[in-house]
């Protein structure tokens, strides 16, 4: 429900003095390849050990129809209702650096008027740069570092950032939305996208949490250990390796995959003036999740 000032928001205590915190957005509910960027906004949550300043009003921008809150239900006893909706965080890192976060499921609608309200708090909170997170399958092998893009308003950020940079039309998460809000107000904005190998995109892939809470941590100036997803990413990258090795045509299809990351990272072609030809995302997807699957019910 609103405050008693009608705002779409409630508080709790009040607005605290930061020193210029930096706001990291993952809302649930658009693009999140193998769940990559809820587990590094996780990842935050916890190592900066975040508590709830705001919670935003369930009934202005929740549709429970679609998104239903969870009753708990205990020995026949409707014990409460538990009503998801978005939240602004406020945590430290190592360091002692204020950082906020902008976490839970994007809005069901008002998606113009919770932009307007996050950035009108950003302002009041001292806010100085805003950065989501995502992550989307992308053609590259599992055997190379996880590739980086990014979406901003301004042109000097992206040039700054040196990330991939794509040119399509595509429908919108409320991340991008906050960017062009953020930026009105003279705020900062940009979202960091990881690039998940397609064929994994399912499962797991702690490699792409490690470069994002990285990649977050270096723009924002924040210290927050990612050892735990190193050490996952290794274990995981070992499976890997050993189950594609198993079979030949695998072999042959993450070589391709290796020689054409490679040539784009490079800035040179092979010796060759033929291109490298590579399996679609469709043909190589199907075929090593199927050969995955059958791994698992093998073992």
Not at 56 to 66: G, I, P, V
Not at 191 to 219: F, G, K, N
């Amino acid at each position: 429900m609103r405050n008693p000032d009608g705002l779409p928001f409630t508080v709790n205590g009040q607005l605290p003095d930061l020193d210029a915190p930096t706001l990291i957005v993952m809302m649930s509910g658009w693009i999140d390849a193998s769940g990559a960027a809820t587990s590094a906004m996780e990842h935050f949550l916890s190592a900066t050990e975040a508590t709830t300043l705001i919670e935003f009003d369930s009934d202005t921008f929740m549709d429970y129809r679609a998104r239903r809150p969870i009753m708990e239900l205990r020995e026949g006893i409707n014990t409460r209702i538990v009503w998801t909706v978005p939240e602004i965080k406020m945590g430290v890192d190592s360091e002692g650096k204020d950082v906020l976060f902008l976490s839970g499921p994007e809005p069901d609608t008002s998606w113009k008027f919770f932009a307007d309200t996050v950035a009108a708090l950003a302002v009041q909170l001292g806010v100085e740069k805003m950065i989501g997170m995502g992550a989307y399958p992308f053609g590259a092998p599992h055997t190379r570092p996880v590739g980086l893009s990014a979406t901003t308003p301004v042109l000097a950020i992206a040039e700054r950032l040196s990330f991939a940079r794509n040119t399509l039309d595509a429908p919108a998460g409320m991340s991008a939305v906050l960017e062009h809000a953020m930026t009105e107000v003279g705020i900062e904005a940009m979202t960091m996208w990881a690039q998940i190998p397609h064929y994994v995109a399912t499962m797991a892939y702690p490699a792409a949490s490690a470069r994002l809470v990285d990649a977050v941590c270096l723009e924002a100036g924040l210290s927050v250990d990612t050892s735990q997803f190193r050490r996952e990413a290794g274990v995981q990258r070992e499976r890997l390796d050993g189950m594609v090795s198993n079979n030949p045509e695998h072999v042959e299809m993450l070589g391709k995959l290796e020689e054409a990351y490679d040539q784009a990272h490079a800035g040179s072609g092979p010796s060759s003036d033929e291109p490298v030809e590579i399996p679609s995302v469709d043909e190589l997807a199907a075929e090593v999740e199927q050969f995955l699957r059958d791994q698992e019910q093998g073992s």
